[in-house]
């Protein structure tokens, strides 16, 4: 696993007392948005699909910080948008880091090389850097060219400098399981701690709404990916996410584990839908019908979800909260993950890539907005 022992020992020891106080629903993660402006503007994402005036703000290092306080999660992702247009972000990430809060700064790459010098290496920072591909695959998925080339380079100068790094990628339908284990071997060879994995989830304000992935192509690509495993590659996720992920582990959706704060306030349900916003985080947690959502909850809206941000902490609960998950997370941990044979026949494989390359290399943004894009 791609995830230093002092972490682990935070976030089992949290699970753990939550168990003992008697807590059913508790955090695991904040999703924290301090702002949603991006310098890039991919086909695949709804975060920047909002008014100028929305892109232009962002949240002050005090509002950071009392979200973090109303949470009480161990971990504080930091997605966006692109953190690091925001003037204050290495503000925000001392704070947090002097809260012992484990950091995940999400970016993609392009603005991490000329900032570097505002952070300095802390076994509660990693910079979680955006790849969903190798270079044509990647540069494709964000719409501009270059842009793998300068997020590697990026990865190479943080790990050099003594950063904890780790990738997250996002793998939609037209994505082909050899190329996505060549990614594994890249990523591994320059020394990424860990990489998360997560299938495209259908945002309503995408541009593009054809590559999202239904449920059951999700278990076949990724029954696809690891036909053939190597021990050297790093998840920064738990194994039972994994096999979920494979169809070879059931999970439910525990969307109050990765409770989002953003401009708005704390967002209704999750991070992936928009159906209203509370005031504190109490409100959110008290107030929500949790009982709508997730795919046992017949919502449609949630039918084809298996995306970290809904079941990963159902995994980590269950490795920790369970013996049968304990075991199971150990047999995997000690002994490595299994390969596997896709259940039946896909056309994964067959998916005609090359079709992609006419597609123009910029999604429909608006002049306004392209102006706001800083490099």
Not at 4 to 21: D, E, G
Not at 51 to 63: C, G, K, N, S
Request: charged share 20%; proline share 7%; glycine share 6%.
């Amino acid at each position: 696993m791609g995830v230093p022992v002092s972490q682990m020992w935070t976030v089992s020891s949290y699970v753990l007392k939550q168990r003992l106080l008697g807590r059913k629903r508790y955090p695991l993660v904040l999703m924290l948005e301090p702002l949603f402006r991006c310098n890039l503007a991919c086909a695949g994402c709804g975060k920047i699909q909002h008014p100028v005036d929305v892109l232009r703000d962002h949240l002050t290092p005090e509002q950071c910080f009392d979200a973090v306080e109303q949470c009480g999660a161990p971990i504080v992702s930091i997605p966006g948008g692109e953190p690091l247009l925001h003037p204050q972000i290495d503000e925000i990430v001392r704070g947090l880091i002097k809260r012992k809060k484990y950091i995940y700064l999400c970016t993609n790459g392009l603005l991490l090389e000329k900032n570097l010098d505002r952070f300095k290496p802390s076994k509660y920072l990693s910079f979680s850097v955006h790849i969903d591909g190798l270079k044509p695959e990647h540069d494709r998925a964000v719409c501009r060219e270059g842009v793998y080339e300068k997020a590697i380079s990026a990865i190479r100068l943080a790990i050099d400098k003594g950063f904890r790094v780790t990738t997250n990628s996002t793998f939609f339908r037209d994505a082909d399981p050899i190329r996505v284990r060549d990614l594994f071997d890249e990523l591994t060879s320059i020394g990424v701690e860990g990489m998360m994995l997560s299938p495209g989830y259908e945002y309503e304000k995408a541009p593009d709404q054809n590559h999202f992935l239904p449920r059951q192509e999700t278990v076949s690509l990724f029954q696809q990916i690891f036909s053939i495993t190597k021990r050297s590659w790093a998840f920064n996720q738990s194994p039972l996410f994994l096999e979920f992920l494979k169809g070879r582990w059931d999970l439910h959706c525990t969307p109050w584990g990765n409770p989002t704060y953003n401009l708005f306030g704390w967002q209704k349900p999750c991070y992936l839908l928009e159906e209203g916003y509370a005031e504190t985080f109490d409100e959110l947690m008290q107030q929500t019908e949790w009982s709508r959502y997730g795919s046992e909850s017949g919502n449609p809206k949630c039918a084809n979800c298996m995306v970290h941000s809904g079941y990963e902490a159902t995994a980590v609960e269950q490795t920790f909260g369970s013996w049968k998950g304990f075991a199971k997370t150990v047999s995997l941990v000690l002994f490595g993950t299994p390969e596997t044979t896709p259940q039946q026949p896909s056309s994964l494989m067959n998916l005609e890539i090359a079709g992609q390359k006419n597609k123009p290399n910029n999604s429909p943004v608006t002049s306004e907005l392209v102006e706001l894009k800083i490099e």
